[in-house]
Structure formats: structure tokens, C-alpha cells
Nanobody, 113 residues
Framework: QVQLVESGGGLVQPGGSLRLSCAAS????????MGWYRQAPGKQREWVAT???????TYAASVKGRFAVSRDNAKNTLYLQMDSLKPEDTAVYYC???????WGQGTQVIVSS
């Protein structure tokens, strides 16, 4: 059974940082391309970043330079380091095994003073 479990969300002030984690089980994590997505209130879910099995990292323009995606294949865990957070980063953040319908349940991030 595939499980993707996000954690690390919370309330942070503008300019602050958070680190999200996505613990995976039931998949061969080391050979899986993994992505982060987010959905803000009243908006469609959007792609944020991807870490391929080969180590390539790609980002949406809105987060490039502020967010960093990484993975620890030994721990079957995907990370998203989020710095210089803005109110518009407020959303539920999800991880996904790329090109599949395997999603986590999401973790809420609120950026507000």
C-alpha cells in the first residue's frame, strides 16, 4: 500500500522559513521522481518543485531562489526547504509520486503576521 505522509507545516511570519517533509512507503523511492504541489484557498492545485530519481531539481518560477527541494533515499523522504516566505505562499502543500495518482494528505502552511 502506497503512503505519502507530509509534515512540517504551520504558521510562520513573512520572511520566515519552514521545512516540509514527505515520508514515503510502498514505493521504490530511490527510482521515483517526486514532486511538491500546493493549493491555495479558491485556487487550483499547482506544481511547486520536482526532484527526479537522477537528481535533477526543477522549480516553479514563483518559488525559484526561495525554495529548495531535496531527497534522502536512505530515509525514503522528500523535503522542501522554504525560505523568505510570502503571504502568497499560504496553501496546503502536497507531495506526489510523479506521473501517478499517489498523493499525500497535505500539510497546511500559513504565512501571516
Amino acid at each position: 500500500q502506497v503512503q505519502l505522509v507530509e509534515s512540517g507545516g504551520g504558521l510562520v511570519q513573512p520572511g520566515g522559513s519552514l521545512r516540509l517533509s514527505c515520508a514515503a512507503s510502498g514505493i521504490t523511492f530511490s527510482t521515483s521522481s517526486m514532486g511538491w504541489y500546493r493549493q491555495a484557498p479558491g485556487k487550483q492545485r499547482e506544481w511547486v518543485a520536482t526532484a527526479t530519481s537522477g537528481g535533477a531539481l526543477t522549480y516553479a518560477a514563483s518559488v525559484k531562489g526561495r525554495f529548495a527541494v531535496s531527497r534522502d533515499n536512505a530515509k525514503n523522504t522528500l523535503y522542501l526547504q522554504m525560505d523568505s516566505l510570502k503571504p502568497e505562499d499560504t496553501a496546503v502543500y502536497y507531495c506526489r509520486k510523479s506521473h501517478t495518482n499517489y498523493w499525500g494528505q497535505g500539510t497546511q502552511v500559513i504565512v501571516s503576521s
